[in-house]
């Protein structure tokens, strides 16, 4: 079959300069909305409804990255992602995937109740709040709702034409606030926060098959293209295994370990941090991989290495500064933005911050991604699971959660021997510019501490 064809600005730097600046206004504006939310929501809701969204929203992503086999990454890095066949293919198996993974998510909840019943989890867990397994249930439906997206936002992401794609995942964004918003005010449930995100999710799938330009997707089932699917997305499996649950291991483990209110403090920390770090990987996934994909299609290794080190600049300028300036502004940051409930989230945040220093690292897996390289980005994951599996129930032996938050800010830092070796081998290492951005850690904590110190002198 034909090609699809999309057209597409002829510069790959002009295409990539105008998708950076799309997902920097998505980011932006998503940012905006969902802390704006979650800042209202913090008012409406108590602190334990948090905290137990936290552990539905944990297992549907686990379940959704426990299964990841790259089918938008592939789409994007294969010859063959332009092919009809090939697309539908992979939205097939999209599909089944996603009615997999909501039957999954059913014996989850239904493990989750009858656990309740026998008594198995501590009385003040998290585990233990009697709306879980429902919440569960009702949440996993989401998983069916993404299995049904439209490859046309894999193309379009592809080419590096991401002006709709911006605009549908900011409708879908909107929907879901406007619903969480509304139903909150009116119930003050936890079932404003499962709603907004079924509705965030429906819309999306609907738009991309409606607003986004290209054939319509329809059931196939080419060996072929199955088989590229099987060998390109083996090692994404196991990288997705293993990156879950080094990911959210925080979390599972401090659910047995914190209340629910405890675990719903933690959770505005994580969700500050998360909205960064959910950016930065969601911009250098939508702009750095298409781009480090076309230079590696063309066989133009010295354009690779130049796109990658012009882009690790700003990231390691962007990450760095904003690593110093959370080290000692964090507290200021969760006094202003919520109430004496969540005061505990200001220590923890600035903890957790160090990890901005391994997550600029981001752009190397991408390379890894384009080069077909995705068995290191498992082994960088694996070392991150180790890390984190083996230091957490030693930290919280020996001092508990005070001490097992600082495990999870600094498990990815054995990650970084990993990189530098794959890097040099692939002569993308400069221990200069390893060096030169540094000094941005400092100057992010001294304006953090000139803010502080402003702001308690008013």
């Given at each position: 079959m034909p090609s699809i064809e999309v057209p597409s600005p002829v510069s790959l730097r002009r295409r990539a300069i105008w998708a950076g600046a799309w997902n920097a206004l998505s980011l932006l504006a998503s940012q905006v909305l969902r802390l704006g939310g979650n800042l209202i929501m913090a008012r409406l809701l108590l602190p334990e409804m948090f905290g137990v969204m936290v552990i539905a929203t944990t297992v549907s992503v686990l379940l959704h990255l426990l299964s990841d086999v790259g089918l938008r990454q592939n789409i994007i890095q294969s010859p063959r992602g332009d092919d009809p066949d090939f697309l539908n293919t992979a939205w097939t198996v999209q599909i089944l995937r996603g009615f997999t993974l909501f039957a999954m998510t059913l014996l989850l909840a239904l493990a989750s109740w009858l656990a309740q019943l026998a008594n198995l989890w501590p009385a003040d867990s998290t585990?233990?709040?009697?709306?879980?397994?429902?919440?569960?249930?009702?949440?996993?439906?989401?998983?069916?709702?993404?299995?049904?997206?439209?490859?046309?936002?894999?193309?379009?992401?592809?080419?590096?034409?991401?002006?709709?794609?911006?605009l549908v995942d900011l409708a879908s964004q909107v929907v879901g606030l406007v619903v969480m918003l509304v139903i909150g005010y009116f119930t003050r449930s936890i079932w404003s926060l499962v709603a907004a995100g079924l509705a965030g999710a429906l819309t999306g799938t609907v738009l991309g098959h409606l607003a986004m330009s290209g054939p319509r997707n329809r059931l196939r089932w080419d060996r072929t293209a199955l088989a590229e699917l099987v060998v390109f997305g083996r090692w994404i499996l196991v990288s997705s295994i293993v990156g879950v649950l080094a990911m959210y291991g925080d979390r599972m483990w401090f659910g047995a370990s914190m209340s629910a209110a405890e675990l719903g403090v933690y959770s505005i920390a994580v969700l500050i941090l998360g909205s960064i770090q959910t950016g930065l990987m969601k911009v250098v996934g939508m702009v750095a991989l298409p781009a480090f994909s076309e230079a590696t299609r063309s066989g133009d290794t010295e354009r690779l290495k130049a796109l990658y080190h012009r882009a690790?600049?700003?990231?390691?300028?962007?990450?760095?500064?904003?690593?110093?300036?959370?080290?000692?502004?964090?507290?200021?940051?969760?006094?202003?933005?919520?109430?004496?409930r969540y005061a505990g989230a200001g220590t923890m945040l600035a903890i957790l911050s160090l990890s901005f220093f391994t997550l600029r690292y981001t752009l190397a897996h991408q390379v890894w991604i384009a080069l077909g390289l995705t068995k290191y980005?498992?082994?960088?994951?694996?070392?991150?699971?180790?890390?984190?599996?083996?230091?957490?129930?030693?930290?919280?032996?020996?001092?508990?959660?005070?001490?097992?938050?600082?495990?999870?800010?600094?498990?990815?830092?054995?990650?970084?021997?990993?990189?530098v070796y794959v890097n040099c081998k692939l002569d993308m290492f400069n221990l200069k510019r390893e060096l030169v951005v540094l000094p941005m850690i400092a100057l992010?904590?001294?304006?953090?501490?000139?803010?502080?110190?402003?702001?308690?002198?008013l």
């Open positions: 585990y233990a709040a009697p709306e879980l397994p429902l919440v569960l249930a009702i949440t996993g439906v989401s998983a069916i709702i993404y299995g049904l997206q439209s490859t046309k936002m894999d193309i379009a992401v592809r080419t590096l034409q991401h002006k709709r794609v911006v690790r600049l700003l990231v390691d300028l962007l990450m760095l500064f904003a690593m110093g300036g959370f080290l000692t502004a964090s507290p200021l940051l969760i006094d202003w933005m919520y109430d004496e980005q498992a082994m960088d994951n694996i070392i991150r699971l180790v890390a984190l599996w083996g230091g957490l129930p030693l930290l919280l032996a020996i001092g508990g959660v005070k001490y097992a938050i600082w495990g999870v800010a600094l498990h990815s830092f054995p990650t970084l021997v990993l990189i992010g904590a001294l304006c953090g501490v000139l803010l502080t110190d402003f702001f308690n002198w």
